[in-house]
């Protein structure tokens, strides 16, 4: 296991900044801003801004104050966060984000969960967090052939909890990570001690046969809102399941394309009220994007999709989590289904509405997001 800092070489810096400088921008179409895609007039300032006033050094330095390692599992470089707990007993938390997210958008809840005694809380409560990248992300190694999905990944992060010295954890996902997060409760019951999510995998299918409860109005309309929204906003995922390759050309050569496909993502999937920067600073949007840009992770990133298609999360008759699963509704999430849908597989012994955040919730409101932690994880506790 070697240690990692993070040092961007600054020819990459000179390369970025000159591609900042010669953008070619298309045509303007006057329309509301983002109701066709990503606004044109926020996009031209976040472009301005990347190429003259943001500091990467400073963010690199930012980041580099999280212990990070990197660990070869099964022929993949995992780079990963690892920030050890107040006190003597403090517990493990393996967390592991989604796209167009990254390690990055986890960073800010590490305070609140390493040394909650700062905060109002007690040392005794205090977590381990383990936060990787996962592969085709980041500084981890990037797929060349088909098999990375989440599925495999969960079977990654198992073995690097071992190596880690953790024979018991607790998982929390989102996104991608919420996938994954599901995949090691299923594989690892006697690891996992508890599961919690703020995403519902979309993948994710229970058994629906004649022994199994027939849908109710409430789970068919979910179905329905998924339809609807798939129609609306899903033209994303489609090309990421479908035709990556075709994408990839253009957002690995182009830093305002690669911004804009990403930003737009920021802003519908956040709680900001159409407004970003209430949600999001220009910093901290680009410190996530500029991680894409410098390791060239766009093409490996997206490419999780496809193993998505071909492994969903589906379960047969008779499977079920039986790790106790707490889930997290944010108001501004994607579609979530209604609690029976979920309670069809999972083990829900928690299930708590916030009044605020989105898709990255751990991004917009981190302390918040740590209290829902601390209240699921503890109830498992004292359970």
């Not at 022994?211 to 906003?233: F, G, H």
Request: charged share 20%.
């Amino acid at each position: 296991m070697k240690t990692f800092k993070i040092a961007i070489p600054e020819q990459q810096l000179h390369d970025l900044s000159i591609r900042l400088k010669q953008v070619r921008w298309p045509t303007r179409f006057y329309e509301e801003p983002w109701v066709l895609g990503t606004d044109a007039s926020f996009l031209k300032r976040l472009v301005d801004y990347w190429g003259a006033e943001y500091n990467w050094r400073e963010q690199e330095a930012w980041l580099n104050r999280f212990p990070q390692f990197i660990e070869h599992v099964d022929g993949f470089d995992i780079h990963f966060v690892h920030v050890r707990g107040e006190g003597v007993s403090s517990r493990p938390l393996l967390l592991t984000h989604g796209w167009p997210g990254s390690f990055v958008e986890l960073l800010e809840l590490i305070p609140y969960l390493t040394t909650p005694s700062l905060y109002g809380g007690q040392a005794e409560d205090a977590f381990d967090v383990i936060i990787p990248s996962l592969p085709g992300f980041a500084f981890s190694s990037k797929p060349t052939q088909r098999g990375v999905g989440s599925k495999y990944v969960a079977t990654l992060w198992a073995e690097l909890m071992v190596r880690l010295g953790y024979e018991r954890y607790f998982v929390q996902g989102g996104d991608i990570g919420a996938g994954v997060s599901t995949w090691l409760a299923f594989l690892y019951p006697e690891r996992v001690k508890g599961l919690h999510l703020n995403y519902i995998p979309g993948s994710y299918k229970p058994p629906l046969t004649q022994n199994t409860p027939a849908m109710s109005k409430e789970e068919r309309s979910y179905l329905d809102t998924v339809a609807e929204w798939l129609e609306r906003e899903g033209a994303y995922s489609s090309l990421h399941r479908t035709k990556p390759e075709t994408l990839a050309f253009a957002l690995s050569d182009s830093p305002a394309g690669l911004a804009s496909w990403m930003v737009e993502k920021f802003q519908s999937w956040s709680d900001c009220k159409g407004d970003i920067e209430s949600s999001f600073s220009l910093d901290h949007i680009l410190t996530n994007i500029s991680i894409y840009w410098f390791t060239n992770t766009i093409a490996s990133s997206i490419r999780i999709y496809t193993e998505g298609a071909h492994m969903p999360l589906h379960f047969a008759e008779g499977q079920h989590i039986t790790v106790p699963t707490g889930v997290s509704l944010f108001p501004k999430e994607l579609p979530t289904p209604p609690r029976s849908w979920v309670e069809r597989v999972y083990k829900v012994t928690y299930w708590e509405k916030a009044n605020k955040g989105g898709h990255f919730a751990a991004m917009e409101h981190p302390k918040l997001f740590a209290e829902h932690l601390y209240h699921f994880f503890r109830s498992i506790d004292i359970g």
